[in-house]
């Protein structure tokens, strides 16, 4: 099986790299276009500043080319945020898979970005297989996606919100499963299974 990561200027390739090895799973890093289409999953990671990634995605035309995918796709962390539609991040328009909006967190109470362990929750389809209901994940961001259609997981930190999303073949965490322990690795491996 061949499994893609999208080259990204990102600070979490390497520990999923590691986290896939853990689960017998080896993966490339390529943004070329041939091999991101000829892969049979592809994993679009992402940390940093939603305007930045989608110049760099523009760049190499792999905006395009992840709307068009017919694999299956998992966009975490940032990666799920560019898949969405407009990201209040530096007013970004992202790739338009899901017709959402990315909204920064505002509040006077609680510290923004969101750091730390959270539980998840009204856990549905392939992506959350053998997944208890609560259970945490690790979590690093200052925006979210509201609760929606595609949602498919929802969390809570100031307000309710979107952990996971499905739409056909693309899948979206919120969370980082490479970050999680064993309950994110068996995330990747459902993803890695489907």
Partial sequence: M???????????????????ERIGVNAEVSNYEEHIKSADKVILPGVGEAGFAMKYLKKNKLNDII????????????????????????????????????KKFKSKKYKIPKMGWNTI????????KNISN???????????????????AKTEYIVNYSAALQKKNFYAVQFHPEKSSYVGHKILENFIQL
């Fill in 134 to 152: 609560g259970s945490y994940q690790y979590f690093v961001h200052g925006y979210y996606i509201p609760l929606g259609i595609h949602t498919i």
């Fill in 2 to 20: 061949k499994i893609i990561i999208i080259k990204f200027p990102s600070g979490n390739v390497q520990s999923l790299l590691f986290s896939l």
């Fill in 67 to 102: 709307f068009n995918l017919k694999q299956p796709v998992l966009g975490i962390c940032l990666g799920m945020q560019l898949l969405c539609k407009f990201s209040e991040e530096s007013n970004t328009e992202c790739i338009g898979i899901f017709n959402y909006l990315v």
């Fill in 121 to 128: 929750s009204d856990l549905s389809g392939p992506l959350f």
